[in-house]
């Protein structure tokens, strides 16, 4: 699997010329487009979410839109619309900002529920269907949505159904001093994005999306897998625990992460590791639990704790 450590690497270390001092959120974010799934970036303003995106976009050679959501949008601002063109007497389709290969939906908590189920179908089936006619999706198709978690006013909480098709959920955070220092230093003449170039093709990617399938695990950690999910379920600090595409999404992203370091089989480790960014977000906590302050973070660890590890 050198080939597709050496050309997640390029990837990575592409990016890194722009995002300072993140490199596990980097990696997460390439793992999530090797597994074309889809990525929820959770952080406060200004921490580079945006950034990411763009430079991800550029690094692989992507056509990037970018949605700004606010509660006035409409589903037809994301998906398109159909217009009667009065010279041909005919109605004619005109795609919407969804129409590309990656799409950054910024802020997408800001949309009403009617709008952002607009997305469902597109990150699900990678498909857009508008007045009973079906438009599919360039591939790679992957969305990046930010939202920032402390500001509750103007914001609609995203819906199960939507927040379960986010392979991941990460977060950046602030930089440390050393690295702040960097960015200034970096953004003191012209900001390093404006220079970015396409390191990877679009063949090698898809090529690479495609090999990554082939990494063995076997039994012991497929039921291993099983087991962390089913265990969210029957958690007591738990209302609503993983589905089980949060166990494909788990499977498939310790598949990435394996190639990614080299290795052509997944070890507990790669489990432990990406359980987190993988699971979390599917779990609602009880009342109770959300009283004495337990997040959806301290249930995955003390489920780590709790299964045993196959040996």
Not at 233 to 253: E, P, Q, T
Request: glycine residues 6%.
């Amino acid at each position: 699997m050198a080939t597709v450590q050496e050309i997640s690497s390029k990837i990575v270390e592409n990016i890194e010329k722009v995002i300072v001092g993140k490199r596990e959120a980097v990696e997460l974010t390439v793992l999530g487009l090797l597994c074309q799934g889809h990525i929820l970036i959770e952080d406060v303003p200004g921490v580079g979410k945006t950034i990411l995106a763009r430079s991800l976009a550029k690094s692989v050679g992507c056509d990037f839109r970018r949605i700004q959501f606010t509660p006035d949008m409409l589903p037809t601002d994301v998906t398109g619309v159909s217009v009667f063109n009065q010279k041909s007497l005919e109605f004619e389709f005109r795609p919407g900002p969804i129409f590309a290969q990656i799409v950054l939906t910024d802020e997408i908590n800001r949309a009403t529920p009617k709008t952002q189920s607009a997305l469902l179908e597109a990150m699900e089936e990678r498909q857009v269907t508008v007045e009973g006619t079906t438009h599919p999706l360039k591939p790679p198709f992957m969305v990046v949505a930010t939202q920032n978690p402390i500001e509750y006013e103007g914001t609609f909480p995203l819906p199960e159904a939507q927040l379960d098709r986010f392979m991941l959920r990460i977060r950046l955070g602030y930089p440390e001093r050393d690295q702040e220092l960097a960015v200034l230093d970096r953004q003191e003449k012209v900001h390093p994005i404006t220079t970015l170039e396409q390191v990877v093709s679009l063949e090698e990617l898809t090529a690479t999306q495609t090999a990554i399938k082939d990494i063995h695990i076997n039994e012991g950690i497929r039921g291993y897998i099983v087991d962390l999910v089913r265990e969210t379920r029957v958690n007591n600090d738990v209302y609503l625990g993983s589905s089980s595409r949060g166990a494909l999404a788990l499977f498939r992203l310790c598949q990435a992460w394996a190639a990614m370091s080299g290795r052509d089989f997944v070890t507990p480790d790669d489990v432990k590791k990406l359980a987190g960014p993988a699971l979390a977000h599917r779990i609602i906590v009880g009342p109770a639990a959300r009283i004495r302050d337990i997040t959806t973070d301290d249930v995955i660890d003390r489920v780590l704790k709790s299964v045993a590890v196959p040996v």
